[in-house]
């Protein structure tokens, strides 16, 4: 069965196509995204802007054709922080869902956290025992725990990449006040998550997954041996602290010249960075591994489960 699952985000309208089976591997076909950056459509009244619902109604169109081109049998779409959160989030959906002809389901951030744990869960097994994941989106950071296959812990809280970055980083470089003040303010959102997550038992393994982890991981990270010869990327807490600075200081046209930072990326990459950073030293993390699974893959394998094959 070929499964399409549109992924209306913060940052991107993402369309994933998977070809599913019973008791196997959702196989990736084709993934595609288009860069829509929503934070910066955010009027003074917490509201999308015109402009900026036209855009995503134009992206939204454009991914239902192409998952009507790749053969989608059924398109499981989603919707997190920016469309949950904006003030005119009900009329935003009722767009959505007249180009789209179905339900959008809104994901709550946890549900959102609980997803992409899912999805971790499954990537690295069972015997990975105790999880702590991180997953930095564009309007939200999602924190989960447990050693099941749903989290015994998930939180979200409004630390996405794309809204600090209009919040606190609205200067092209940030600097170091603005990045100071930035710091800050995360580490005060964070303090009483992590008092609650230290109640649960030490991870095992620390995991982060979403685009703005892995281009830091490979701006900062370092690859180390997995199962079957895999290669898993790993990003130390230390080296990311190394570089905030550096970030800081550059302009967006130079940090895309940099290891792992797409073009598409140097607007956030520096608030992203922080908010890792300071989630990281919160919870004690010295460094954390990097899951190619998030969000989409868990809302997929899920689908396929309720199908009750």
């Known amino acids: 069965m070929r499964l399409g699952v549109l992924d209306i985000g913060s940052n991107t309208v993402h369309l994933l196509v998977a070809d599913a089976r019973p008791g196997g ?16 459509f955010i009027d003074e009244h917490g509201a999308i802007s015109d402009e900026g619902l036209a855009a995503l109604v134009k992206s939204v169109k454009k991914a ?16 997190t922080s920016a ?12 767009k959505i869902e007249k180009v789209l002809g179905q339900p959008l389901q809104v994901l709550g951030g946890t549900e959102e956290a609980r997803f992409t744990f899912l999805a971790i869960r499954r990537w690295f097994g069972w015997s990975a025992g105790q999880i702590l994941m991180f997953d930095i989106g564009g ?16 939180e979200s809280v409004q630390l996405g990449a794309g ?8 200067k092209d470089p940030a600097g170091d006040e603005r990045i100071a003040k930035l710091e800050e303010h995360a580490a005060q959102v964070l303090e009483p ?20 982890v892995r281009s830091l991981s490979r701006l900062v990270g370092y690859r180390r041996p997995g199962w079957s ?61 990097v899951s190619p699974w998030a969000l989409r893959e868990g809302v997929l394998l899920r689908y396929i489960e309720d199908l009750g094959w």
Request: charged share 25%; glycine share 8%; aromatic share 4%.
């Open 193 to 212: 998550l992590a008092k609650s997550f230290h109640t649960l038992p030490q991870p095992d393994h620390v995991v982060g997954s979403s685009k703005t």
């Open 139 to 154: 309007g939200s950071l999602e924190i989960a725990g447990g050693s099941e296959e749903l989290p015994e812990l998930a």
């Open 229 to 289: 010869g895999m290669e898993r990327w790993v990003l130390p807490r230390a080296a990311l602290g190394a570089w905030i600075p550096v970030l800081g200081r550059i302009p967006a046209e130079a940090r895309q010249e940099l290891p792992g930072i797409t073009a598409d990326r140097t607007f956030q990459i520096t608030a992203g960075a922080v908010v890792l950073h300071e989630a990281m030293k919160a919870m004690d993390v010295e460094e954390l591994e």
């Open 83 to 94: 469309v949950r959160e904006a003030a005119n989030g009900p009329k935003v959906i009722k």
């Open 64 to 79: 239902k054709k192409a998952a009507a081109k790749e053969g989608v049998e059924e398109l499981l779409a989603t919707a």
């Open 163 to 170: 809204r600090m970055t209009v919040a606190y980083l609205d």
């Open 25 to 40: 591997r959702p196989l990736a076909t084709t993934s595609s995204k288009k860069m829509l950056k929503l934070m910066r």
